[in-house]
């Protein structure tokens, strides 16, 4: 059986995710004898999941054997009786909770590569998985031999290896390890694939599951495309403002995008904002069919973080600032920041203008038109210059002393002080001429 070992060098720190079951135990037999000049340290990280009646006689095993063969060995417990209880699947918050720590103990040993026993088998079943599940549209179709996490590389060195060669290693060396009695249970999802579907494709002479590793190639070639191509359009198509707390997306260009682009798309543009939590598929698609309708402004999605919305010709991802902008007080001549704006008060404003308020805008608000008798509204300004919704709460309106409104934002100055007071946007992204 041979080991891949591209994954590593004799100057790394090695530390492997043993479980006890027959393919770490035969990994690690590799490790600590044909392979034991292939690194400069071996660690031993081992999960107690305190759920089956054999873990702590699992943990003792592990323990001896470590000691015997004088590997340093972590061991983590984890508490998984509330997920148990309300009846929930453990598979999904176990790896979860396992990679968490995996982590956290790889930084605080200054460890390099974390070795995993995933085989050829595994892989068949996880790429089948991920296509009956719908899971296979925006992520590889099954697991990658090297994978990067932050401070250290994840590897898994028998990926190309049948559990046909783990058993015949296993024999001939006599390594002892524990059977997984809940292996056998098929009411988990990949237990049912692995004992009844996988072996009954197999059973048949004109089919076979090796047929999936040529997909997952295929595959993979495939969606590097999709990312490229949404990549090329992220650069080039995207504004990233204020810190990237506003980032704007041309609608119709959006539109114009294969649909799988599109998904690639916002997934990388969410890792960059390092958004909350996943969107799925269907949300997805719900909000393509909105962006397509002749919407003219509407919330797709909103958290305590982000606000996603359509505005006219652009489609929004912004900061959701939770604290409304409070009215500010201005006695004297000076520069002044609202929100992403800046008002730089000359001296030459009159006296009697003093004080000067600015705050966000009121429902009737009404200003005094430039030259021409009558007033409007506020609101009619934003309407008929397609200000989008979310903006219209953060534009400063200037009143002064007299209560009379002097100033929207950058859309309206009255005339007598346009030499006298100057309003910029600092967020650059909306170009609105007085």
Known sequence: MKVDTEGWSENNHVVLAVSTGIDSMTLLHQLISHLKHSYAKLTCLHVNHQIRSVASEEEAFIKAFCATHDIPLYVHHLDLSSVVAKGNSIESEARHARYQWFDEMMLELNADVLLTAHHLDDQIETIFYRLMTGRSTRSSLGMSQHTLRGHYS????????????????????????????????????????????????????????????????????????????????????????QQNTKILISRSQFLNLRHAVKMAVLDKVFEIVSLDRPITEKTYDEWFKQLAENIAQTTLYTTDKWIIHIAYDKFIIMANYEAKLQPTKINQQGIYNFGHYTIQVTKHVPLDCFPLVVRTRKDGDKFALNG???????????????????????????????????????????????????????????????
């Open 154 to 241: 994840l590897y898994r060195p028998l990926l190309t290896i049948a559990k046909s060669e783990i058993h015949n290693y296993q024999k001939r060396y006599q390594i002892p390890y524990y059977e997984d009695e809940t292996n056998a249970e098929n009411h988990y999802v990949r237990n049912d694939i692995r004992n009844r579907i996988l072996p009954e494709i197999e059973a048949n002479r004109h089919l076979s599951t090796e047929q999936l590793l040529k997909l997952k190639d295929w595959h993979d070639e495939q969606l590097k495309v999709i990312r490229n191509e949404a990549y090329q359009f992220i650069d080039n198509s995207i504004e990233f403002c």
């Open 372 to 434: 021409r008798a009558g007033h409007k509204k506020v609101s009619r300004l934003f309407i008929d210059e397609k200000v989008i919704q979310s903006e219209r709460d953060e534009i400063p309106i200037i009143v002064n002393a007299h209560n009379e409104i002097i100033a929207v934002g950058t859309l309206f100055l009255k005339q007598n002080y346009e030499q006298l007071i100057f309003i910029r946007n600092t967020g650059e992204e909306w170009n609105y001429e007085r």
